[in-house]
């Protein structure tokens, strides 16, 4: 079945950029999004990407699509102690139902000063 | 204007005891999802519904029913709960089409003792 990974855990220095990876196995996922959960709260979505393009900025965020490798990133730029929260990679219209959203497993990402 | 609401917020069960989890949403969304946290196991689909009196299962929908007898409510329901079944629940929805954003309730804390 449709599978996405992620690394559990990111620490960066405050200012540095941060870059988040992903993978994923369905190669017919039409669409990728990042979702950004803070302590306690819901999921928020940050950008997301379609199948045919290869990058998205939007402001501090970039958005790298590499569809030959299934593997998608975020990169963060100028991380602020605000950014500190769980960022889950998600696809969606996967081979099987063009209506679920699979999620990875998130990842933390911590702000050293 | 609301958004998606989960009601209730926390709760502790015995084993065996069954309940209700309503998500309800005021956007006319088409879809709604039901997700379960897992620390290390991201957001895993439990069941989804394309529409007012259909569901459908997703990744792990054993040990759990839903209903959705009104576009506006998607219910969880539990009939025997178990410990494996402590997690935090979240209810998610979005229009139809392939790129809409997905909305997504402040989840419900279970633990089944």
């Known amino acids: 079945g449709e599978d996405v990974e992620q690394s559990l855990f990111l620490s960066v220095r405050e200012g540095d950029s941060s870059v988040i990876n992903c993978t994923y196995t369905d190669s017919s996922s039409t669409y990728l999004y990042w979702y950004k959960q803070e302590p306690g709260a819901g999921l928020q979505l940050l950008t997301y990407?379609?199948?045919?393009?290869d990058m998205k900025q939007d402001q501090r965020l970039t958005v790298l699509l590499n569809k030959k490798d299934k593997h998608l990133s975020l990169r963060i730029a100028d991380t602020q102690t605000g950014d500190s929260a769980i960022y889950f990679c998600a696809g969606g219209g996967m081979s099987s139902s063009a209506s679920k959203i699979i999620f990875g497993s998130g990842t933390r990402l911590s702000i050293r000063p | 204007n609301a958004g998606v609401t989960q009601t209730p917020k926390f709760r502790v069960l015995k084993t065996g005891q069954s309940m209700t989890l309503l998500c309800a949403q005021d956007?006319?969304?088409?879809?709604m999802y039901w997700y379960r946290q897992d620390p290390g196991m991201g957001l895993r689909l439990i069941h989804y519904s394309v529409g007012e009196g259909t569901t459908a299962k997703g990744e792990v929908p054993d040990g759990y029913n839903v209903s959705r007898l009104k576009k506006q409510n998607f219910l969880l329901g539990l009939e025997s709960a178990a410990p494996s079944q402590t997690s935090v629940y979240f209810c998610?929805?979005?229009?139809?089409?392939?790129?809409?954003?997905?909305?997504f309730g402040q989840g419900t804390r279970l633990t089944v003792v």
């Open positions: 998610a929805s979005r229009t139809s089409g392939l790129h809409t954003e997905a909305f």
């Open positions: 990407i379609f199948s045919n393009m």
């Open positions: 956007m006319n969304h088409e879809y």
